[in-house]
């Protein structure tokens, strides 16, 4: 057999695996299409190989990837720190971050996205500079940046318990999940605290 006829013997039977249906594992589990299509993607490294030109699809627009942290808060990493092997700040550091928060999603994934704040206003941008870890912000917040590198960029999806809580607070109803894209564009000089703060710091937790 030739290697073209190879190559459109093997796409012919992987394309077919799109018509099983997912099949039950047991009463409570299953393989879903998204996975049998992982398997489908997956197997294109080996296509390759013989037809040129394949690749898996990338994501669209308002499909990152995103990962669950212990509290919750669910993120996106969507541009990289300039420097992966900087520290990351320390509570009771300064910090500058640009944002913007949405209401309802973000405007990639739905039309009912609303923006209610940004550090971008009509004549440039002005970062919001605060003390991370102290409670000048939101505790997703808090939790948040002490997680990033200078010069990364993340969405945050930050549920009401981490931001505004049952009562919200202006345009932010109550129990409202909060959308922001946050840059940590600035971590101040290493604090240098005194017996008081750092007992302060002890007693009141993140």
């Given at each position: 057999m030739e290697l073209t006829s190879?190559?459109?013997f093997i796409v012919s039977a992987l394309l077919s695996l799109q018509a099983i249906p997912a099949f039950s594992l047991s009463s409570t589990e299953s393989i879903s299409r998204r996975e049998v299509g992982k398997s489908i993607i997956g197997s294109?490294?080996?296509?390759t190989s013989i037809v040129g030109g394949f690749a898996p699809p990338s994501l669209a627009a308002g499909e990152e990837e995103y990962t669950t942290s212990d509290r919750g808060i669910k993120y996106a990493v969507t541009m990289p720190p300039s420097d992966p092997s900087s520290h990351t700040p320390v509570r009771g550091q300064k910090v500058e971050a640009k944002y913007t928060l949405y209401l309802n999603g973000f405007p990639d994934d739905t039309a009912q996205a609303k923006k209610v704040d940004s550090s971008k206003g009509p004549f440039g941008e002005k970062p919001f500079k605060f003390v991370a870890g102290v409670g000048q912000v939101i505790k997703g917040w808090d939790v948040s940046i002490l997680d990033m590198h200078l010069g990364e960029a993340r969405k945050l999806v930050i549920p009401a318990e981490l931001g505004y809580g049952a009562k919200g607070t202006g345009p932010i109803p109550g129990g409202a999940v909060l959308?922001?894209?946050v840059e940590l564009t600035d971590i101040g000089a290493e604090p240098n605290f005194n017996a008081d703060q750092e007992k302060w710091l002890a007693e009141h937790p993140l």
């Open positions: 190879i190559a459109l294109g490294a080996f296509l959308y922001f894209n």
